[in-house]
Nanobody
Framework: QVQLVESGGGLVQPGGSLGLSCAAS????????MGWYRQAPGEQRELVAI??????NYADSVKGRFTISRDNAKNTVYLQMNSLKPEDTGVYYC?????????????WGQGTQVTVSS
């Protein structure tokens, strides 16, 4: 069974920094895309950043402030968040497109809370 386990959320003041990590574990063949989504209260889940073969994409609202990176040897994706704003507050979810046996599937982490507040 594939699991995505996130860590690193918390409370930070506006202008501060926070790092998230997400490790994939279990039996799988390979991982294609890995990324981060977030969901603010009362809002839909939205893409924050994603890295895949061929490139990396960011939401316009985080460009220049957030950096996504990946360690393929550890099956881990990271999100470094700088210059945080109150509107970055939400539950951040890790997402990965993973091949298990012969089939590709979309997997989600349990979510980690990020709160930006003074």
């Amino acid at each position: 069974q594939v699991q995505l386990v996130e860590s690193g959320g918390g409370l930070v003041q506006p202008g501060g920094s926070l790092g998230l990590s997400c490790a994939a574990s279990g039996k799988f063949k390979s991982i294609n895309a890995m990324g981060w989504y977030r969901q603010a209260p009362g809002e839909q889940r939205e893409l924050v950043a994603i890295t895949r073969i061929g490139g990396t994409n960011y939401a316009d609202s985080v460009k220049g402030r957030f950096t996504i990176s990946r360690d393929n040897a550890k099956n881990t994706v990271y999100l470094q968040m700088n210059s945080l704003k109150p509107e970055d507050t939400g539950v951040y979810y890790c997402n990965a497109f993973i091949k298990v046996s012969l089939n590709w599937g979309n997997y989600w982490g349990q979510g980690t809370q990020v709160t930006v507040s003074s």
